[in-house]
């Protein structure tokens, strides 16, 4: 399976974009992005998946480089209700590693 | 639906008692994922099943761990006998395919003292 990094940490300014950088330059063509995050003392919660396209939904987007070695979360317009861990990962491979989290990227936005 | 179900939310033990965490997940979904969650270790996968057949229990830390999915809605986690350093919080979650975004409940967490 890809193993992913992120960065720890990352501020941003309620009401601005957080973009969040994940690198996976090992993924395999059939290998998706997924992304999670995490608010504090909750379970994970599902936010988007891509496997070459960018994705769009009502929660955020997703940019996946052409050669599809990382990706960026991006969060429209961030409210002091996204702070959380966002978590990337690519789960999923026909050997069966499933759904592994790493340390994920702490967000704090600020008012 | 009313999504993934825990229970116990809190559970408090002590040393040497047996613990079982149940879970309920959502209806249709085939996949069912249990994982801990500690500050030192971070989000960890334990066990998961496919159509109610564990398929990778690689992630379960000792014998003293036992999961089962008698049915297709419902999954315990059992630990006998429980030792402090178990103490974290065990989320189980659920997915349509063992490929597909998963949905996590809110999790059990366990104190043993």
């Known amino acids: 399976d890809a193993k992913t990094t992120q960065p720890p940490s990352m501020d941003c300014a309620e009401g601005r974009a957080a973009n969040l950088p994940c690198n996976h330059s090992t993924i395999s063509g059939n290998e998706y992005v997924y992304w999670y995050r995490q608010i504090h003392s909750q379970g994970p919660q599902y936010i988007i998946h891509?496997?070459?396209n960018n994705e769009t939904n009502e929660m955020a987007s997703l940019i996946i480089t052409e050669d599809r070695k990382s990706s960026t979360l991006i969060l429209p317009h961030a409210t002091l209700r996204d702070t959380a861990v966002y978590y990337c990962i690519s789960p999923y491979n026909n050997a069966g590693n499933m759904l592994t989290f790493g340390g994920g990227t702490r967000l704090m936005v600020k008012p | 639906d009313a999504g993934v179900i825990q229970s116990p939310r809190h559970e408090v033990t002590e040393m040497g008692q047996e613990v079982t965490l149940r879970c309920k997940p959502i209806s249709g979904h085939n996949s069912l994922f249990w994982y801990r969650q500690t500050m030192m270790r971070g989000l960890e996968l334990l066990i998961y099943f496919n159509n109610n057949v564990p398929i990778d229990d690689s992630g379960m830390p000792e014998d003293r761990f036992s999961a089962k999915m008698p049915n297709a809605s419902f999954s315990t986690l059992k630990i006998q006998p429980s030792e402090p350093r178990d103490s974290a919080v065990y989320f189980c979650?659920?997915?349509?395919?063992?490929?597909?975004?998963?949905?996590f409940g809110q999790g059990t967490r366990l104190t043993v003292v």
């Open positions: 891509g496997l070459k």
């Open positions: 979650a659920s997915s349509r395919q063992w490929n597909t975004e998963a949905f």
